[in-house]
Nanobody
Framework: QVQVVESGGGLVQAGGSLRVSCTAS????????MGWYRQAPGKQRELVAS???????NYADSVKGRFTISRDNRKNTVTLQMNSLEVEDTAVYYC???????????WGKGTLVTVSI
């Protein structure tokens, strides 16, 4: 069994910064790709950023240059540093972790990020 838990959401003013983190725990041999997704009210869940075990990253165009994803393979954690936040970044942010390269995927329950004017 694998648990994925996010932390670090909250309220921030536009232009500010926030960091969200995620930890995978449980019966884990190796965590493969990890990623952050978000879902705003009335919208579909979308990819924000992802990172492979080797450190290769991928970002949504809307966050390039503002967000940075990183991970610690020893601790099975992934962090999303969000700078220059915009009101449009307001959403529930979800973490996803895949067991090994082709194993099952596990989702966290999400953490709310609210960006105010």
């Amino acid at each position: 069994q694998v648990q994925v838990v996010e932390s670090g959401g909250g309220l921030v003013q536009a232009g500010g910064s926030l960091r969200v983190s995620c930890t995978a725990s449980g019966t884990i041999f190796e965590i493969g790709a990890m990623g952050w997704y978000r879902q705003a009210p009335g919208k579909q869940r979308e990819l924000v950023a992802s990172i492979t075990r080797g450190g290769a990253t991928n970002y949504a165009d809307s966050v390039k240059g503002r967000f940075t994803i990183s991970r610690d393979n020893r601790k099975n954690t992934v962090t999303l540093q969000m700078n220059s936040l915009e009101v449009e970044d307001t959403a529930v942010y979800y973490c996803k972790a895949r067991l090994s390269s082709y194993g099952p995927e596990y989702w966290g329950k999400g953490t709310l990020v609210t960006v105010s004017i």
